[in-house]
């Protein structure tokens, strides 16, 4: 009998440890995607009421510009309002850049890019300690892309912690697209299909082809965080072929510009009129795929990839500071999508 408790006993102890470790310290933190930084006063009660103390804000692009046969920065943030809490630097940067330049020109580009960063935050008497960057590398291009990010991080002393965000093909095949010299990652949990097929059912947000590339995450080397999408987008097909987009679009908004029918499938809209809208044309025959993510859905994956993460502590970032996007969900679900 007194076996038999101690197995029991024992048994409860090992659950409970096991419990335990599962148990991640989450942080709050919010990216702000636009090209000037006011949020408007409802963003701002919103991100009061989720204790959101950390923003992720966009300061500008990097590209491969042919014609000047360099790489240059571009949509530089205008601030008309003072951000609140801390503030992260981040930079976007194609991946034709480092396919376009040279080992020499890596030096360069990573001096003018930490100059560029020190320019915005002194004449808008921001503080920072961390810069992220984002950038779709490949097997082609990781040497340049991580020489360029040891180099940035150079320039700020070692001073400023350095990450940078990671897509899900670099989770499953990162012996060939390597791990980045960066201190944390951030998973980006949206855009994971392929956005220019038609037939693709939603390219913006899709458990089932998450669940092919995230169970390799435990293995993963660096800290890993999340960040979730909260926006709406429309994808144009014209032709079978990809015409353009639309951010933060309802279906609603949809078919009040749109004189539309359903799909065969029903999830698709067909354009039944010429018409013009956000300074493009369309045409009749024009196919509009609506992508949106479910809140249950995403709540679901959020948890599953939580217990595969490796680290304790992990910071679930939300995709954008933006009205539409923030009405997509209620505070409350908001508050679970940042919690366990």
Known sequence: MSRHFFLVCLSFITFSCFTKQEKKVISKAVYHWKSTYQPSQKAKETVK????????????????????????????????????????????????????INETEI??????????????????????????LD????????????????????????????????????????????????????????????????????????????????????EYPLPVDIALPIYQQAIVFRNNRFHTYFKNVSKIDLQKHFNTKPGENGKLLICQENCEFQ?????????????????????KVKKAILKKIKNKDVQVLL???DDKSLDNFTLKQYSTLLEN
Request: positive net charge.
């Open 319 to 321: 995709f954008h500071l």
């Open 279 to 299: 300074n493009q044309s369309f045409r009749i025959g024009d196919v509009f795929r609506h992508e949106k993510v479910d809140f249950k859905t995403l709540n």
């Open 107 to 132: 030096t360069n580009l990573a001096v003018k890019t930490a100059a560029k960063i020190k320019s915005i935050t002194s004449a808008d008497s921001l503080v920072f300690n961390e810069v992220q």
């Open 49 to 100: 009421a989720l204790n959101i103390k950390k923003t992720y804000i966009r300061f500008f692009d990097i590209d491969f510009n042919a014609k000047a046969n360099e790489a240059i920065p571009k949509g530089m943030v205008k601030f008309k309002d003072s951000p609140e809490g801390d503030i992260v630097p981040v930079i976007y940067i194609t991946n034709r850049t480092f396919k376009s």
């Open 135 to 218: 950038c779709d590398w490949t097997e082609t291009t990781k040497a340049k892309y991580f020489h360029f990010l040891e180099k940035l991080k150079s320039e700020f002393g070692g001073n400023v912690k350095l990450t940078c965000t990671l897509r899900l093909h670099q989770v499953k095949f990162k012996e060939k697209t390597g791990v980045p010299p960066v201190d944390r990652v951030a998973l980006m949990l949206y855009n994971v299909g392929d956005w220019t097929n038609v037939q693709t059912k939603n390219s913006l947000f899709d458990p089932d082809i998450i669940d092919q590339y995230i169970y390799r995450l435990p």
